[in-house]
């Protein structure tokens, strides 16, 4: 079983920054891809970044070139750089294992806890 605890979460104003971690327990860390997932209330779960095993990364559409995913496997964590952030970025994000099927990211069992996220206009 692996436990994943996040932070880093919190409030900032629109075009500031916020970096998320995502520590995991137990020895696969290194094994796994990860995913930083974000759900804002009456909206859909969104996949926003994801990292496989050898640190390649890929992004939706709506975080491109504002956020970067990385991993540091000596310290079991994930990150999630957040920057020039808008309202809409407003969310609680969830880091999760995955893996990659058929060329895309699908959520493993392992989930996070969630952090909030809040930008203010």
């Known amino acids: 079983q692996v436990q994943l605890v996040e932070s880093g979460g919190g409030l900032v104003q629109a075009g500031g920054s916020l970096k998320l971690s995502c520590t995991a327990s137990g020895s696969t860390f290194s094994f796994r891809s990860w995913g930083w997932h974000r759900q804002a209330p009456g909206k859909q779960r969104e996949l926003v970044?994801?990292?496989?095993?050898?640190?390649?990364?890929n992004y939706a559409d709506s975080v491109k070139g504002r956020f970067t995913i990385s991993r540091d496997n000596a310290k079991n964590t994930v990150y999630l750089q957040m920057n020039s952030l808008t309202v809409e970025d407003s969310s609680i994000y969830y880091c999760?294992?995955?893996?990659?099927?058929?060329?895309?990211?699908?959520?493993?069992?392992?989930w996070g806890q969630g952090t909030q996220v809040t930008v203010s206009s």
């Open positions: 999760a294992s995955g893996y990659y099927g058929g060329g895309s990211f699908v959520d493993g069992n392992y």
């Open positions: 970044a994801n990292i496989n095993r050898d640190g390649r990364a």
